[in-house]
């Protein structure tokens, strides 16, 4: 099983249409996939056009197990929802002994080719267990200044929480998004990731604006459902290739 979580301190990277088309690409593949969402706005089950009654509060405060709290969401796809719920958690967690284990204990002995997690903004409890938990960690990363120069403030909070983690965390992926060829400044940030040498074999095949992935979203479903032979859905594709071969 292959623990990924999609993170970046910023908000508004792609974090979450991320998780959804990538999550879905490869359980197209035949792939087993769970996605965890562990934002407040629970976007994830809105995007998917899915509906529960139980979510990952009820599994983090042991109310129910495992099974009751995820949803089916497609062929080979399980999502574990989140809403303004899991906010009242993360406040307790702060008391819990072993806290940053809290999600790790709770998903023992699941079983699925490949597990996302949708991580918040920020830092947080609930981030920390989504880090301790994986394995791998991809960034989206938008191209505009201040999303760029957030990827070294989450290099260096990952370099920071080896540490406490007693894990080599490091970033494996670093997706670039929103990208538009037409501008100079984002063909500009792209060069400039690859010319690292910090950086170097981390970047990945890149998703371009694509108002389709979007519109997809308003009507409960993935760029491949929607548009599937939109440039969403090529780049998704392109970047379930990349993961597929171990990232």
Request: with cysteine; aromatic share 10%.
């Amino acid at each position: 099983m292959e623990t990924i979580a999609i993170y970046n301190q910023k908000g508004g990277t792609g974090k979450t249409t991320t998780t959804i088309n990538l999550g879905h690409a490869l359980a197209l593949t035949g792939k087993k996939v769970l996605i965890i969402d562990i934002d407040d706005q629970g976007n994830d089950a809105e995007c998917l056009g899915v509906k529960f009654s139980k979510s990952i509060y009820h599994l983090l405060k042991d109310i129910a197990p495992f099974e009751e709290c995820i949803v089916n969401a497609r062929k080979n796809l399980d999502l574990l929802p989140s809403d303004e719920t899991i906010s009242q958690v993360a406040l307790e967690m702060v008391g819990w002994r072993n806290r940053e284990n809290a999600l790790k204990k709770r998903l023992e002995g699941i079983n699925y080719d490949y597990v996302l997690i949708d991580c918040q903004t920020g830092l947080g409890i609930l981030n920390e267990n989504a880090l301790n938990f994986c394995q791998k960690l991809l960034v989206p990363v938008s191209m505009e200044y201040l999303s760029v120069k957030g990827l070294f403030k989450v290099d260096k909070l990952i370099y920071d929480l080896r540490e406490d983690f007693q894990k080599d965390l490091m970033i494996n992926l670093i997706v670039p998004t929103f990208v538009d060829e037409r501008v100079k400044r984002t063909k500009e940030y792209v060069e400039f990731f690859e010319s690292i040498d910090h950086f170097q074999g981390m970047i990945s095949p890149y998703i371009r604006i694509d108002t389709k992935l979007s519109e997809s979203f308003a009507h409960g479903k993935t760029i491949f459902e929607y548009a599937l032979n939109s440039r969403g859905a090529y780049d998704y594709i392109q970047l379930c290739k990349r993961v597929l071969e171990g990232i």
